[in-house]
DNA sequence: TTTTCATGAGACAATAGTGTCTCATTTGAA
DNA sequence: TTCAAATGAGACACTATTGTCTCATGAAAA
């Protein structure tokens, strides 16, 4: 029972974290120990430095994606259902890890092969799209790859500025993919 | 002729900060005006503050980005010619503007005006597709443009990571916005 | 009650960036 | 050559942030 209950101040600085670097990625410590409703000493209790603070938050983000994807796919067996749910599923917790995508990790091996095994998931999966005869095999995978992820950045973007909701922008991102990538009739 | 022959430092500087910005967004005017030849009060003398500095920098983004696509279209009367078109030409300039997505307009009326406009215009040419009948009306053009803006995004990266030249990011960004919004068959 | 531990408040030093200013030097034009 | 404008170097004050440290307090556990 090392981890059964949290002191809540790491979680609440956490938390405290995500809502104000979204909000202005450049936030201080200060201010993020002033939402969390701690001391910025306790702040330093928990992370050593900024950079600690970040690459929890990162370690987080990623567990959290895994989690979801994982808790989403449970019992679908086709890639393209699963491509199809990881995209509407995805789009929800842009507000929240969207800030991620402006630090830079490069220093940090740890994080880079975190990374780097979410990616090559992805480019399994539409391996598996190619395979099942949804998507155009002549179609080099890295760009299948960056289409879908920027197609899930324009619907978090497109709920984010009220034009959609996630259910609208899951449909049209599907869509918008799968027709655009897909084999030729 | 009042401007007929720059005094060069207020180039340099600009061409300085569009270099070190887009490695490094939190570069120090110091180093701006470093790789720029100049020393920090010449900077100053130029540019009051960093934020002016900034500003010029969007508004000369915001023209180059404007003369490449006019010039690019002049002899173009298809809406459609003119979208592929303008995705060719503007892949280039991500490295050179790139940073400036993550700055912050938000307090600027006279920049958020010309965004407004840019906007706009893409918003006419997709309209324009739709009445040529190459994309599918009842797709919200708001999602259209977020699609047209991200597939840029993607095809830049895909080239700046090497994946792809910039002839074949646009073929396969052409392509796959055709496909993925185009009317249906 | 006593003890232990997390905490808040705040002082402190170190660092970095910014904007201003001065002065000597250089450059180019008259 | 002479003069005026542009410049480089650097000092200066100011601010913000960060990370460390100490001490008193309050709460929970023993």
């Known amino acids: 029972m090392k981890n059964s209950i ?3 101040s790491e979680d ?9 670097l979204n909000k202005d990625p450049s936030a201080s410590l200060s201010q993020i120990a002033s939402l ?13 430095s900024r950079e600690d603070l970040i690459k929890t938050l990162a370690q987080t983000a990623i567990r959290e994606m895994d989690d979801v994807v994982e808790n989403a796919i449970q019992d679908i067996d086709s890639y393209t259902e699963v491509a199809k749910i990881i995209l509407k599923v995805l789009i929800p917790l842009g507000d ?11 220093h940090d091996e740890e994080l880079k092969t975190e990374f780097k095994r979410q990616k ?20 080099p995978t890295s760009w299948i790859i960056q289409v879908y992820d920027h197609i899930l950045f324009a619907a978090w973007e497109s709920v984010k500025n009220g034009e959609t909701t996630v ?9 918008t ?9």
Request: net charge negative; charged share 25%.
């Open 96 to 106: 929240r890890h969207g800030f991620l995508a402006l630090e830079a990790f490069e």
């Open 12 to 20: 609440a600085i956490i938390e405290a974290a995500f809502t104000l």
């Open 177 to 185: 993919f799968i027709n655009g990538l897909g084999k030729p009739t």
């Open 6 to 8: 949290r002191p809540s």
């Open 167 to 175: 259910s609208q922008a899951s449909d049209l991102a599907w869509r």
């Open 36 to 48: 969390a409703g701690v001391g910025r000493a306790t702040l330093h209790r928990y992370f050593s």
């Open 120 to 139: 090559q998931e992805t480019s399994d999966l539409m391996e598996g799209l190619k395979e099942e005869g949804l998507l155009d095999i002549s179609i």
